[in-house]
Protein backbone atom coordinates (compact mmCIF):
# COMPACT_ATOMS: atom_id res chain seq x y z
CA UNK A 1 0.00 0.00 0.00
CA UNK A 2 1.24 3.40 -0.82
CA UNK A 3 1.13 6.30 1.41
CA UNK A 4 -2.16 7.96 1.10
CA UNK A 5 -1.66 11.72 -0.46
CA UNK A 6 -3.81 14.52 1.49
CA UNK A 7 -5.74 17.33 0.26
CA UNK A 8 -5.96 20.87 1.31
CA UNK A 9 -9.24 22.48 1.82
CA UNK A 10 -10.46 25.68 1.88
CA UNK A 11 -9.90 26.90 5.35
CA UNK A 12 -6.51 25.52 5.18
CA UNK A 13 -6.92 21.68 6.85
CA UNK A 14 -5.73 18.58 5.24
CA UNK A 15 -7.34 15.35 4.81
CA UNK A 16 -6.41 12.28 3.40
CA UNK A 17 -7.29 10.95 -0.40
CA UNK A 18 -9.49 8.72 0.46
CA UNK A 19 -11.93 7.70 3.66
CA UNK A 20 -13.16 4.92 5.03
CA UNK A 21 -17.01 4.53 5.47
CA UNK A 22 -18.96 3.20 9.02
CA UNK A 23 -22.73 2.90 7.45
CA UNK A 24 -24.22 -0.32 8.63
CA UNK A 25 -20.88 -1.32 10.67
CA UNK A 26 -22.55 -1.59 14.02
CA UNK A 27 -22.20 -3.70 17.06
CA UNK A 28 -18.98 -5.92 18.04
CA UNK A 29 -18.55 -6.56 14.76
CA UNK A 30 -18.67 -2.98 13.48
CA UNK A 31 -15.95 -2.03 15.94
CA UNK A 32 -13.61 -4.56 14.51
CA UNK A 33 -14.21 -3.72 10.77
CA UNK A 34 -13.28 -0.26 11.73
CA UNK A 35 -10.56 -1.32 13.94
CA UNK A 36 -9.34 -3.22 10.87
CA UNK A 37 -10.03 -0.49 8.56
CA UNK A 38 -7.11 1.66 10.62
CA UNK A 39 -4.83 -1.07 10.89
CA UNK A 40 -4.90 -1.17 7.05
CA UNK A 41 -4.29 2.54 7.18
CA UNK A 42 -7.48 4.57 6.68
CA UNK A 43 -6.86 7.87 8.74
CA UNK A 44 -10.21 9.54 7.51
CA UNK A 45 -13.57 7.84 8.96
CA UNK A 46 -16.88 9.05 8.24
CA UNK A 47 -19.80 8.32 10.41
CA UNK A 48 -22.71 10.35 11.40
CA UNK A 49 -25.73 10.31 14.09
CA UNK A 50 -28.22 8.42 11.69
CA UNK A 51 -25.41 5.82 11.43
CA UNK A 52 -26.44 4.72 14.74
CA UNK A 53 -22.61 3.45 15.36
CA UNK A 54 -20.32 6.67 16.33
CA UNK A 55 -19.60 4.99 19.93
CA UNK A 56 -18.49 1.94 18.04
CA UNK A 57 -16.16 4.52 15.46
CA UNK A 58 -14.83 6.02 18.72
CA UNK A 59 -14.13 2.55 20.56
CA UNK A 60 -12.42 1.48 17.48
CA UNK A 61 -10.04 4.62 17.26
CA UNK A 62 -9.04 4.35 20.63
CA UNK A 63 -8.49 0.18 20.60
CA UNK A 64 -6.15 1.03 18.03
CA UNK A 65 -3.57 2.80 19.29
CA UNK A 66 -3.62 5.71 16.92
CA UNK A 67 -3.31 9.05 18.53
CA UNK A 68 -6.34 11.01 18.42
CA UNK A 69 -4.43 14.00 15.95
CA UNK A 70 -3.56 11.18 13.34
CA UNK A 71 -7.58 10.18 12.97
CA UNK A 72 -9.63 12.45 11.11
CA UNK A 73 -13.36 11.64 12.21
CA UNK A 74 -16.12 13.10 10.35
CA UNK A 75 -20.08 13.13 11.93
CA UNK A 76 -23.02 14.63 10.63
CA UNK A 77 -25.87 16.28 11.59
CA UNK A 78 -29.13 14.39 10.83
CA UNK A 79 -32.26 16.53 9.73
CA UNK A 80 -34.56 16.49 12.90
CA UNK A 81 -31.31 18.48 14.71
CA UNK A 82 -31.63 21.34 12.02
CA UNK A 83 -32.79 24.34 14.63
CA UNK A 84 -29.57 26.11 15.75
CA UNK A 85 -29.67 24.97 19.20
CA UNK A 86 -30.58 20.89 17.99
CA UNK A 87 -27.91 21.33 15.77
CA UNK A 88 -25.52 22.76 19.36
CA UNK A 89 -26.78 19.59 21.26
CA UNK A 90 -26.59 17.07 18.36
CA UNK A 91 -22.55 17.60 17.94
CA UNK A 92 -21.83 17.97 21.03
CA UNK A 93 -24.09 14.38 21.60
CA UNK A 94 -21.99 13.19 18.72
CA UNK A 95 -18.61 14.16 20.90
CA UNK A 96 -19.94 12.29 24.10
CA UNK A 97 -20.50 8.81 21.94
CA UNK A 98 -17.60 9.61 20.03
CA UNK A 99 -15.65 10.13 22.78
CA UNK A 100 -13.50 13.30 21.44
CA UNK A 101 -13.58 16.87 22.19
CA UNK A 102 -13.80 18.29 18.37
CA UNK A 103 -14.68 16.02 15.25
CA UNK A 104 -12.30 17.19 12.56
CA UNK A 105 -15.24 17.43 9.97
CA UNK A 106 -18.98 18.33 10.40
CA UNK A 107 -21.36 17.91 7.74
CA UNK A 108 -24.97 18.74 7.66
CA UNK A 109 -25.64 15.32 6.45
CA UNK A 110 -29.16 16.62 3.78
CA UNK A 111 -30.44 19.65 3.56
CA UNK A 112 -34.16 18.85 3.64
CA UNK A 113 -35.60 21.76 2.24
CA UNK A 114 -39.26 21.24 2.98
CA UNK A 115 -38.09 21.29 6.77
CA UNK A 116 -36.20 24.92 5.76
CA UNK A 117 -33.88 25.22 8.54
CA UNK A 118 -30.45 23.82 6.94
CA UNK A 119 -29.29 27.45 7.39
CA UNK A 120 -30.13 27.61 10.82
CA UNK A 121 -27.80 24.39 11.15
CA UNK A 122 -25.16 26.00 9.13
CA UNK A 123 -25.08 28.80 11.26
CA UNK A 124 -24.72 26.50 14.21
CA UNK A 125 -21.94 24.88 12.85
CA UNK A 126 -19.81 27.99 12.23
CA UNK A 127 -20.23 29.35 15.89
CA UNK A 128 -19.40 25.41 16.45
CA UNK A 129 -16.00 26.00 14.73
CA UNK A 130 -15.74 29.49 16.43
CA UNK A 131 -15.44 27.44 19.66
CA UNK A 132 -13.02 24.96 19.01
CA UNK A 133 -15.40 21.59 18.78
CA UNK A 134 -15.16 20.96 15.03
CA UNK A 135 -11.99 22.00 12.98
CA UNK A 136 -13.50 22.32 9.49
CA UNK A 137 -17.27 22.13 8.19
CA UNK A 138 -19.15 20.98 5.87
CA UNK A 139 -22.51 20.02 3.90
CA UNK A 140 -23.86 16.85 2.44
CA UNK A 141 -26.28 16.72 -0.59
CA UNK A 142 -26.06 20.24 -1.02
CA UNK A 143 -26.91 21.66 -4.38
CA UNK A 144 -25.68 24.89 -5.93
CA UNK A 145 -28.87 26.55 -4.37
CA UNK A 146 -28.34 25.38 -1.18
CA UNK A 147 -24.69 26.28 -1.14
CA UNK A 148 -25.87 29.56 -2.34
CA UNK A 149 -28.04 30.36 0.62
CA UNK A 150 -25.91 29.53 3.19
CA UNK A 151 -23.05 31.34 2.23
CA UNK A 152 -25.07 34.63 1.84
CA UNK A 153 -26.32 34.19 4.98
CA UNK A 154 -23.36 33.62 6.82
CA UNK A 155 -20.47 34.77 5.03
CA UNK A 156 -18.91 30.98 5.20
CA UNK A 157 -18.53 28.43 2.02
CA UNK A 158 -18.32 24.93 3.17
CA UNK A 159 -14.69 22.81 2.89
CA UNK A 160 -16.66 19.87 2.03
CA UNK A 161 -19.92 18.63 -0.25
CA UNK A 162 -19.77 14.91 -0.35
CA UNK A 163 -22.22 13.64 -2.66
CA UNK A 164 -23.25 10.71 -4.17
CA UNK A 165 -20.88 9.92 -6.94
CA UNK A 166 -20.40 6.39 -8.72
CA UNK A 167 -19.83 5.90 -12.29
CA UNK A 168 -23.95 5.42 -12.89
CA UNK A 169 -24.26 9.26 -11.66
CA UNK A 170 -20.73 11.41 -12.16
CA UNK A 171 -22.13 14.64 -10.31
CA UNK A 172 -20.33 16.74 -13.51
CA UNK A 173 -22.30 19.65 -13.15
CA UNK A 174 -22.36 19.57 -9.18
CA UNK A 175 -18.23 18.68 -9.29
CA UNK A 176 -18.24 21.83 -11.43
CA UNK A 177 -20.11 24.01 -8.79
CA UNK A 178 -18.10 22.58 -5.58
CA UNK A 179 -14.54 23.22 -7.53
CA UNK A 180 -15.91 27.46 -8.53
CA UNK A 181 -16.63 27.18 -5.03
CA UNK A 182 -13.19 25.98 -3.80
CA UNK A 183 -15.13 23.52 -2.43
CA UNK A 184 -13.56 19.61 -1.58
CA UNK A 185 -16.32 16.97 -3.15
CA UNK A 186 -16.55 13.83 -1.38
CA UNK A 187 -18.49 10.63 -2.74
CA UNK A 188 -20.47 8.54 -0.62
CA UNK A 189 -21.06 5.06 -2.26
CA UNK A 190 -17.71 6.05 -4.48
CA UNK A 191 -18.59 2.44 -6.18
CA UNK A 192 -22.03 2.16 -7.11
CA UNK A 193 -23.02 -0.55 -4.22
CA UNK A 194 -25.02 -3.38 -5.38
CA UNK A 195 -25.28 -1.93 -8.93
CA UNK A 196 -21.45 -1.39 -9.30
CA UNK A 197 -20.43 -1.75 -12.51
CA UNK A 198 -17.61 -4.15 -12.39
CA UNK A 199 -18.71 -5.59 -15.74
CA UNK A 200 -18.72 -2.73 -18.22
CA UNK A 201 -16.22 -2.53 -20.70
CA UNK A 202 -14.32 0.89 -19.46
CA UNK A 203 -14.10 -0.57 -16.52
CA UNK A 204 -12.69 -4.14 -16.97
CA UNK A 205 -10.72 -3.07 -20.09
CA UNK A 206 -8.97 0.11 -17.77
CA UNK A 207 -8.71 -2.96 -14.54
CA UNK A 208 -7.14 -5.19 -17.37
CA UNK A 209 -4.55 -2.73 -19.02
CA UNK A 210 -2.98 -1.36 -15.13
CA UNK A 211 -3.49 -5.35 -13.67
CA UNK A 212 -5.76 -3.89 -10.62
CA UNK A 213 -9.34 -5.04 -9.35
CA UNK A 214 -12.27 -2.93 -11.59
CA UNK A 215 -13.03 -1.53 -7.86
CA UNK A 216 -9.48 -0.23 -7.84
CA UNK A 217 -10.07 1.43 -11.03
CA UNK A 218 -13.46 2.90 -9.78
CA UNK A 219 -11.69 4.61 -6.81
CA UNK A 220 -8.83 5.68 -8.91
CA UNK A 221 -11.29 7.84 -11.49
CA UNK A 222 -12.65 9.22 -8.64
CA UNK A 223 -9.66 10.55 -7.19
CA UNK A 224 -8.63 11.64 -10.78
CA UNK A 225 -11.93 13.45 -10.99
CA UNK A 226 -10.89 15.25 -7.78
CA UNK A 227 -13.46 13.81 -5.40
CA UNK A 228 -12.36 12.42 -2.22
CA UNK A 229 -13.43 8.32 -2.39
CA UNK A 230 -15.39 7.06 0.97
CA UNK A 231 -15.49 3.47 0.19
CA UNK A 232 -17.06 0.95 3.31
CA UNK A 233 -15.66 -2.95 3.41
CA UNK A 234 -16.32 -4.83 6.35
CA UNK A 235 -13.21 -6.96 4.72
CA UNK A 236 -9.91 -6.67 5.82
CA UNK A 237 -8.60 -7.63 2.23
CA UNK A 238 -10.87 -5.59 0.03
CA UNK A 239 -10.04 -2.50 2.78
CA UNK A 240 -6.49 -2.39 1.60
CA UNK A 241 -7.24 -3.18 -1.65
CA UNK A 242 -9.04 -0.13 -1.77
CA UNK A 243 -6.17 1.96 0.01
CA UNK A 244 -3.92 0.51 -2.89
CA UNK A 245 -5.10 3.14 -5.74
CA UNK A 246 -2.50 5.44 -5.82
CA UNK A 247 0.60 3.29 -7.81
CA UNK A 248 -1.19 3.78 -11.06
CA UNK A 249 -3.19 6.21 -13.31
CA UNK A 250 -5.52 5.51 -15.76
CA UNK A 251 -5.50 7.83 -19.23
CA UNK A 252 -7.63 10.89 -19.92
CA UNK A 253 -9.20 8.44 -22.34
CA UNK A 254 -10.17 5.89 -19.80
CA UNK A 255 -11.32 8.56 -17.25
CA UNK A 256 -13.80 9.83 -20.19
CA UNK A 257 -14.98 6.50 -20.52
CA UNK A 258 -16.00 5.55 -16.97
CA UNK A 259 -17.80 9.11 -16.68
CA UNK A 260 -19.94 8.36 -19.74
CA UNK A 261 -21.60 5.04 -17.99
CA UNK A 262 -23.46 8.21 -16.21
CA UNK A 263 -26.96 8.36 -17.16
CA UNK A 264 -29.78 10.58 -15.81
CA UNK A 265 -31.64 8.15 -13.38
CA UNK A 266 -28.29 6.64 -12.05
CA UNK A 267 -29.06 7.39 -8.49
CA UNK A 268 -28.74 4.33 -6.16
CA UNK A 269 -32.58 5.64 -5.09
CA UNK A 270 -34.68 8.83 -5.46
CA UNK A 271 -31.94 10.83 -3.49
CA UNK A 272 -32.69 14.10 -4.78
CA UNK A 273 -31.83 16.60 -2.62
CA UNK A 274 -34.59 19.19 -3.62
CA UNK A 275 -37.20 16.36 -2.48
CA UNK A 276 -35.20 13.65 -0.33
CA UNK A 277 -35.93 13.80 3.51
CA UNK A 278 -33.61 12.21 5.89
CA UNK A 279 -34.86 13.42 9.62
Do not use: C
Amino acid sequence: MSDIPTLTLNDGATLPAVGFGTHTLTGTEGVDAIRSAIDAGYRLLDTAVNYGNEEEVGRAVRDSGIPRDEVFLTSKVPGRHHGYDDAIASTKESLQRLGVDHLDLHLIHWPNPSVDKYAEAWRALVDLREQGLVRSIGVSNFTAEHLDRIVAETGVTPAVNQLELHPWFPQTEMRVTNESREIQTQSWSPLGKRNAPFDEAPVRDAAEAHDVTPAQVILRWQVQLGALPIPKSGTPARQQENLAIFDFTLTDDEVAAITALGRPDGRLFDGDPNTHEEM
